[in-house]
């Protein structure tokens, strides 16, 4: 499925379908790199340090990658640690995620790279998307929804506050 974690899955079947597709590398503005990163993380199928083997694997057999240095690039991660050696390889690459800042039940002690220096989302090359929402939930929220002059409070809180993370469990 599209959502949250299945973004991934998502933007491939997106841009594999799409009336704008060329299949001339010459004719190409960007270049979409699909990785189901998360689907694998999430299913146990592979850890940070086998993603991060099999991303630069993968980049250092990108065609055109050279030609542009990564720019014309786009890579789907649910979040960028998920390929822990980004900064090394795709810096200037260009990352669509719902998840603007470090990931998956980890906390800023574990990053050797200092997160606040070097964000994992730059909002001058990265898009942030929200996770696929149906036509059928949408329209539930819409049904269910106040009004909004009898709400007691006007925001939402969509993540996790995982005791084992710092930076949740502080909040």
């Not at 909002?123 to 942030?128: G, I, M, P, V």
Request: negative net charge.
């Amino acid at each position: 499925h599209y959502r949250q974690w299945g973004m991934d899955v998502g933007f491939h079947d997106f841009f594999r379908t799409s009336p704008l597709r060329t299949f001339d590398p010459q004719e190409a503005n960007y270049f979409f790199v699909p990785s189901y990163a998360c689907c694998h993380q999430v299913a146990g199928i592979y850890d940070f340090e086998d993603l991060d083997a099999k991303h630069i694997s993968v980049v250092e057999r990108l065609p055109y990658f050279q030609r542009s240095g990564g720019e014309d690039h786009l890579f789907s991660f649910h979040y960028v640690d998920l390929f822990p050696s980004w900064r090394k390889f795709i810096p200037k690459s260009i990352f669509l995620t719902p998840e603007t800042e470090v990931g998956f039940e980890r906390s800023l002690e574990e990053f050797s790279v200092d997160q606040l220096h070097f964000p994992p989302f730059d909002s001058l090359k990265d898009l942030s998307v929200p996770p696929f929402l149906n036509a059928k939930d949408v329209l539930g929220f819409h049904r269910n929804a106040k009004p909004i002059q009898s709400r007691t409070y006007l925001a939402a809180f969509a993540g996790k506050l995982w005791t084992d993370v710092t930076e949740a469990a502080d909040t």
